[in-house]
């Protein structure tokens, strides 16, 4: 196959995306456009990579000085003083064509959904054809703002593309249209460029004209169809975005699936693309996994939960609707129902957080559990103590905060409140309904409550007196 040479068409504005920053700079959920464009296009392993700038350039340059997408491209930046259209910005990479002879790729930034592989194939298609310019067409459900493919003659050849703005009405009936990426002989399209003419409706210099310049010549012009249209999406409005973005979540989860990842509701479950999840894991519906949360193998997270970079080791069950933040949870822990781990929360093994409790800035040692309705917060609780139901930690006196130690295997009675600063000693006892606020030696029963006295009689002997008055 030719050598192989990459322009990329990145000058223009983001008017119609509402802002002032290069269109090609526009994110999606995980990356700018132009990133999906060079990492779509690195593959192909180009000798270089013209990239066409204009608008705002030093915006694009600094983005990809910083971009792991610039791997692999040897990138040429290009001037476009003015933004005079799609043929006017590949006249302004003609210079850093000048010594390559090949086929040249051309894309739009703003294409950022399509795949190596397609391109493989176009470029394949481009050279068994031994076409002079090839380019991907695919079918648009509605064909909207896009360039219409012309066709004509007994063996439908493409004949021109004309823009929609153009088209009569019988050509903007045609559901064929041009996705933005052409194969060119580098010999045909220097002199192609330069003969560009701006006599049209919005008075540009389209690239597109080329097409009717090599088929009027008798060129091999040839449009390979995209069985895939997703893939030629182009991004033109907010409601492009939001397209691209929900292809590029489903591919993700897709991705992941193909891993060994068990999705129960693939549709209601939202990645970012930053996340990873080991084989094995289980996720199930309403799932939400942000940042730079990791899941470990065999975990399974029961559905409705929201988990924001959060570290989950191997075997672990994140039971219905808990919150995670900034935590992480050790091999085989058991968290919620309806659990609100915040963060700082550092969960050794086989911890157990049950329902309605909530930590911050704690860490409980392997096999410690909170099973109910408990705060924790600024604590740290020794390894298989006992954290009793409605357990509070006093953390904040109103003006600072305190910390409070619980020992290894201590026991702390339900309902009890520890006032911090505080220790529980290794295998205490706190009784039920406690108040701490003094420490609890080792071994030691804490109780800190009224003591109980019980008036023999008193229940009845009020009970009749109410009756003797109802009577009268
Ligand atoms: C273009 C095609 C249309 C095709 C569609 C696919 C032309 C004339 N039309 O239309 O046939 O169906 O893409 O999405 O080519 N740009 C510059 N300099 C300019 C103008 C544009 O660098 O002077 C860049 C833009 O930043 C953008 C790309 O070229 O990345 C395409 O420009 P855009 O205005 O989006 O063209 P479309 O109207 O989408
Ligand atoms: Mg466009």
Same mark, same amino acid.
């Given at each position: 196959?030719?050598?192989?040479?990459?322009?990329?068409l990145?000058? %223009?504005?983001?008017?119609r995306?509402?802002g002032?920053?290069p269109?090609?700079?526009?994110?999606?959920r995980?990356?700018?456009?132009?990133? *999906?464009?060079l $990492?779509? @296009? &690195?593959?192909?392993?180009p000798s270089k990579?013209?990239?066409v700038?204009g608008h705002?350039?030093?915006?694009?340059?600094? *983005?990809?000085r910083?971009s792991?997408?610039? +791997?692999?491209?040897?990138?040429?930046y290009?001037?476009?003083?003015?933004?005079?259209?799609?043929g006017?910005?590949?006249?302004?990479?003609?210079p850093a064509?000048?010594?390559?002879q090949?086929?040249?790729?051309?894309?739009?930034?703003d +294409?950022?959904?399509?795949?190596?592989?397609?391109?493989? *194939?176009?470029?394949?298609f +481009?050279? $068994?054809?031994?076409?002079?310019l090839?380019?991907?067409s695919?079918q648009?459900?509605?064909?909207?703002?896009?360039?219409?493919?012309?066709?004509a003659?007994?063996? &439908?050849?493409?004949?021109?593309?004309t823009?929609?703005?153009?088209?009569?009405?019988?050509? @903007?009936?045609?559901?064929?249209?041009?996705?933005?990426?052409?194969?060119?002989?580098?010999?045909?399209?220097?002199?192609?460029?330069? %003969?560009?003419?701006?006599?049209?409706?919005?008075?540009e210099?389209?690239l597109?004209?080329?097409?009717?310049?090599?088929?009027?010549?008798?060129?091999?012009?040839?449009a390979?169809?995209?069985?895939e249209?997703?893939?030629a999406?182009?991004?033109?409005?907010? &409601?492009?975005?939001?397209?691209?973005?929900? =292809?590029?979540?489903?591919?993700?989860?897709?991705?992941?699936a193909?891993?060994?990842?068990?999705?129960d509701?693939?549709h209601?479950?939202?990645?970012?693309?930053?996340?990873?999840?080991?084989?094995?894991a289980?996720?199930?519906?309403?799932?939400?996994?942000?940042?730079?949360?990791?899941?470990g193998?065999?975990?399974l997270?029961?559905?409705?939960?929201?988990?924001i970079?959060?570290? /989950?080791?191997?075997?672990?069950? /994140?039971?219905?609707g808990?919150?995670?933040e900034?935590?992480? =949870?050790?091999?085989?822990?058991?968290?919620?129902? $309806?659990?609100?781990?915040?963060?700082?929360?550092?969960?050794?093994?086989?911890?157990r957080?049950?329902?309605?409790?909530?930590t911050?800035?704690?860490?409980?040692?392997?096999?410690?559990?909170?099973? *109910?309705?408990?705060y924790?917060?600024?604590?740290?609780?020794g390894?298989? &103590?006992?954290?009793?139901?409605?357990?509070?930690?006093?953390n904040?006196?109103g003006?600072?905060?305190?910390?409070?130690?619980?020992?290894?295997?201590?026991f702390?009675?339900?309902?009890?409140?520890?006032?911090?600063?505080?220790?529980?000693?290794e295998?205490a006892?706190v009784a039920a309904?406690?108040?701490?606020?003094r420490d609890?030696?080792?071994?030691a029963?804490?109780l800190?409550?009224?003591?109980?006295e019980?008036?023999?009689?008193?229940a009845?002997?009020?009970?009749?007196?109410?009756?003797?008055?109802k009577?009268?």
């Amino acid at each position: 196959m030719d050598k192989i040479c990459c322009v990329i068409l990145a000058a %223009g504005v983001g008017k119609r995306m509402g802002g002032d920053l290069p269109k090609a700079l526009t994110q999606t959920r995980e990356k700018a456009l132009i990133d *999906h464009v060079l $990492f779509g @296009l &690195a593959p192909l392993k180009p000798s270089k990579t013209v990239i066409v700038v204009g608008h705002r350039r030093e915006l694009l340059e600094e *983005h990809l000085r910083n971009s792991p997408s610039a +791997h692999g491209h040897s990138i040429e930046y290009v001037l476009q003083e003015q933004q005079l259209g799609t043929g006017d910005a590949v006249r302004a990479a003609l210079p850093a064509l000048a010594s390559f002879q090949g086929t040249v790729i051309l894309t739009y930034a703003d +294409h950022p959904l399509f795949t190596p592989e397609t391109l493989k *194939h176009l470029l394949e298609f +481009h050279s $068994f054809k031994r076409a002079t310019l090839s380019m991907l067409s695919f079918q648009a459900p509605p064909p909207n703002g896009y360039g219409r493919i012309i066709r004509a003659g007994a063996s &439908a050849q493409v004949v021109r593309i004309t823009e929609a703005r153009d088209c009569s009405p019988e050509e @903007l009936l045609i559901s064929e249209v041009n996705s933005g990426f052409y194969a060119v002989d580098s010999a045909f399209l220097k002199p192609a460029v330069e %003969g560009l003419s701006n006599k049209n409706s919005q008075g540009e210099y389209y690239l597109t004209d080329i097409v009717e310049k090599a088929a009027k010549e008798g060129q091999t012009v040839v449009a390979f169809p995209l069985s895939e249209a997703e893939e030629a999406a182009g991004v033109n409005s907010p &409601a492009d975005l939001a397209r691209i973005n929900a =292809v590029l979540a489903r591919r993700e989860i897709l991705k992941l699936a193909e891993s060994g990842v068990i999705f129960d509701d693939p549709h209601t479950c939202y990645l970012d693309a930053t996340v990873t999840i080991a084989a094995g894991a289980r996720i199930g519906p309403n799932v939400q996994l942000r940042g730079m949360t990791s899941i470990g193998s065999s975990v399974l997270i029961e559905g409705s939960s929201l988990i924001i970079d959060a570290t /989950i080791a191997a075997n672990v069950v /994140i039971k219905f609707g808990s919150r995670l933040e900034q935590c992480s =949870v050790g091999d085989g822990s058991s968290v919620g129902p $309806f659990a609100n781990l915040r963060a700082g929360t550092v969960l050794a093994q086989e911890v157990r957080i049950g329902n309605f409790v909530e930590t911050k800035n704690v860490t409980l040692q392997a096999g410690a559990k909170a099973s *109910h309705l408990s705060y924790l917060g600024d604590c740290s609780v020794g390894e298989g &103590a006992n954290i009793g139901a409605g357990t509070i930690t006093c953390n904040y006196d109103g003006y600072n905060k305190a910390h409070s130690i619980i020992g290894k295997n201590a026991f702390i009675g339900s309902n009890s409140c520890l006032v911090a600063p505080v220790t529980v000693g290794e295998g205490a006892l706190v009784a039920a309904g406690s108040v701490i606020t003094r420490d609890v030696p080792k071994d030691a029963l804490g109780l800190g409550r009224a003591k109980q006295e019980n008036k023999e009689g008193w229940a009845k002997l009020r009970r009749e007196q109410r009756e003797d008055k109802k009577g009268r």
